[in-house]
């Protein structure tokens, strides 16, 4: 991973390497593999005889060795049923296989801008933080000219104190989340990673109706368990042909010789047989059949369960996604600009003395809570959208606006940076 690496480049990656996604495909290739072993009849049965001594079968005759070859049949609707089954299986397992994918989409959307949210944080931190170490060097000076009070001071140091332990928390906590994108890369834990440079400002258009009619027709894990449906209705009507015998048909060679040791005396013999079993036992047939109803009402019972869940996560990933929009255009658009104009007239009003430091420190404060509030909507969009997206199963159509350098998110007034290097 590089710093030009986007969002699209960290996916590729872990599809290509991430475990889970892995045992998920590896399943749906073991499953195939069991369609044509269900087409296939039982292995054919080769049988010996040697008589020791001899099998007198009266007059001058006596079966020495016997051959036999048999093939068991089954009833004539077990074999297709047990191919759909088994295609069935194989169905549910690339869903789950779909599933997976739409999770680990989700799973690298949740780190990476988790990872993004971090790094934007605490560079708007520590910039708010040099701002700040800068105003209580102003206190400092104004003390000492007796321009200003000493609690003036106290509480620009109070101020600077606590940025500072904020950065070193956001700092801190680089290192699990950074771990947590590593892990669904399939990378070591303590695998450098950079800090993402772009954000990429994109709108959709989303309706509720829409993404529930996608998530009924498109959702991987609703239709594994239709395919778990199906399968319990197949196991149910192959039960019930346990009611019906299956069949076996074989041929012996009887190897003959002549008891008194005459020469040519005896005719080897060849017997053609058939036979069924005897499907007596219908109490444990009917158990089968009532066990294979009652898993396929489970498995109905199950996917209506998924069916009602599913819709309830889809409208509160929506609430979250158009949330997470409205925060940033209130952020972005409104608040920052004007928290940003309030702070420059203030710092003006305070070299002028005309406005207390207190007034500067809140102020700040408010920048700083903006600036952060800003880049959690942010991440909070990206990362609602891929939620949405895994619980639809497809992406949503959406266009791209702008991209903001994070480099430019959560500068600071040209005023304030002219002060500190006229202090400086």
């Known amino acids: 991973m ?46 010996y005889k040697y008589f020791i001594g001899g099998m007198g079968f009266g007059g001058d005759m006596e079966e020495r ?3 036999g070859l048999s093939q068991a049949l089954p009833w004539p609707a077990k074999l297709p049923l047990r191919v759909r089954l088994a295609r069935s299986e194989a169905a549910m397992e690339q869903k789950q296989f779909e599933a997976a994918r739409w999770k680990l989409r989700y799973d690298v959307a949740q780190a990476y ?24 060097g102003v206190a400092r000076a104004r003390y000492a000219a007796a321009a200003s009070s000493h ?9 600077v104190s606590k940025m500072e332990n904020e950065a070193l928390n956001l700092r801190d906590l680089q290192g699990p989340t950074a771990a947590r994108l590593n892990a669904v890369l399939n990378r070591p834990a303590d695998s450098p990673l950079p800090v993402p440079k772009d954000f990429p400002t994109e709108v959709v258009r989303i309706d509720d109706g829409q993404l529930l009619a996608w998530a009924g027709g498109a959702n991987p894990e609703l239709a594994a368990m239709d395919s778990q449906v199906e399968g319990g209705e197949l196991r149910k009507r192959l039960a019930g042909q346990d009611y019906f015998p299956d069949f076996m048909v074989g ?23 058939a036979g069924i079993n005897l499907p007596i036992w219908w109490g444990k047939y009917a158990a089968g059949v009532r066990e294979a109803e009652a898993m396929r009402q489970a498995a109905i019972s199950q996917r209506a369960d998924k069916a009602n869940t599913l819709s309830a996560d889809v409208k509160l990933a929506a609430y979250g996604l158009r949330d997470a929009q409205r925060r940033m255009d209130l952020y972005r658009d409104a608040l920052l600009p004007k928290a940003r104009a309030a702070l420059q007239a203030a710092q003006a009003s305070y070299r002028a003395g005309t406005t207390s430091l207190m007034d500067i420190l809140d102020l700040q404060r408010s920048l700083l809570e903006f600036d952060l509030s800003l880049h959690r909507s942010q991440a909070d969009w990206w990362q609602h959208l891929a939620e949405l997206e895994m619980l639809v199963g497809r992406e949503i159509p959406r266009t791209a606006i702008k991209e903001i350098r994070q ?10 940076r002219g002060d500190r290097n006229q202090s400086q």
Request: proline fraction near 5%; charge should be negative.
């Open 2 to 47: 590089t710093e030009s690496s986007t969002p699209a480049d960290y996916l590729a990656h872990a599809i290509a390497s991430n475990p889970s996604l892995q045992a998920a495909r590896l399943h749906w290739q073991g499953a195939l593999e069991r369609i044509p072993q269900a087409a296939s009849l039982e292995d054919p049965q080769l049988t």
């Open 65 to 67: 060795q016997e051959f």
């Open 113 to 136: 801008w988790e990872h993004w949210y971090l790094a934007a944080a605490l560079a708007a931190t520590e910039e708010n933080l040099r701002l700040m170490q800068y105003l209580e």
């Open 151 to 159: 609690p003036d001071v106290l509480r620009a140091q109070m101020e």
């Open 251 to 273: 041929v012996d060679y009887m190897d003959m010789a002549s008891s008194s040791g005459a020469m040519g005396g005896a005719k080897d013999t060849w017997a053609v047989m």
């Open 407 to 416: 480099a430019e998110v959560g500068t600071q007034p040209a005023e304030a």
